[in-house]
T-cell receptor, first 119, second 118 residues
């Protein structure tokens, strides 16, 4: 049972346009969602997050939207740049409130979406 | 601050052999998690160590094991290698412990060890 899903393996956009990456989840206990970005031969790096009590979080060119009723989140990159070309993973770092953070080291990841931004 | 380091970066083994991968976390991070990434797949959680104890475990067979040392460095061992074990093995460290670790609970990843089993 895959609890975090990214249904689009790849996305290609033109430089300067908007990139929209999607993610669906099934576990309503997830209280945070993170996006990671991964370049070849490197490990994933944290990009942006959103709390389940918010519906939007913005950081520069990156905005994440959360639709809790639909169990859906999306990452918007505006404007897209060639350097944004990478694999993007959606992840949930833990399943719900955990006072001692004993399960915060067990993240659930989607399969990733490969974004290609063409010059 | 130095990032997460993993050694070796590349490894080629034959079926039936065993392998040990090493991970040094960011200084001050007590949690070390291991993930397996295969082509077209997301990161599958293997296990997490915190203060030398395995705190969480994923759905992998017992051939996959690990340990953590008192300096938080961690090793992962795979015994009786199978062709399907060929993957990128990623180590991630984080504070992940206690009320002092604020959200959003991000993890910091090493570059990974690419294991090829022939």
């Amino acid at each position: 049972d895959q609890q975090v899903k990214q249904n689009s393996p790849s996305l290609s956009v033109q430089e300067g346009r908007i990139s929209i990456l999607n993610c669906d989840y099934t576990n309503s206990m997830f209280d945070y969602f993170l996006w990671y970005k991964k370049y070849p031969a490197e490990g994933p790096t944290f990009l942006i997050s959103i709390s389940s009590i918010k519906d939007k979080n913005e950081d520069g060119r990156f905005t994440v939207f959360l639709n809790k009723s639909a169990k859906h989140l999306s990452l918007h990159i505006v404007p897209s740049q060639p350097g944004d070309s990478a694999v993007y993973f959606c992840a949930a770092p833990r399943q719900g409130y955990d006072r001692d953070n004993t399960n915060a080291g067990k993240s659930t990841f989607g399969d990733g979406t490969t974004l290609t931004v063409k010059p | 601050k130095a990032g997460v380091t993993q050694t070796p970066r590349y490894l080629i083994k034959t079926r039936g052999q065993q392998v040990t991968l090493s991970c040094s976390p960011i200084s001050g991070h007590r949690s070390v998690s291991w993930y397996q990434q295969t082509p077209g797949q997301g990161l599958q959680f293997l296990f997490e160590y915190f203060s030398e104890t395995q705190r969480n475990k994923g759905n992998f067979p017992g051939r996959f094991s690990g340990r953590q040392f008192s300096n938080s460095r961690s090793e992962m061992n795979v015994s009786t290698l199978e062709l399907g074990d060929s993957a990128l093995y990623l180590c991630a460290s984080s504070l992940a412990g206690g009320a002092t670790h604020p959200p959003p609970y991000e993890q910091y990843f090493g570059p990974g060890t690419r294991l090829t089993v022939t």
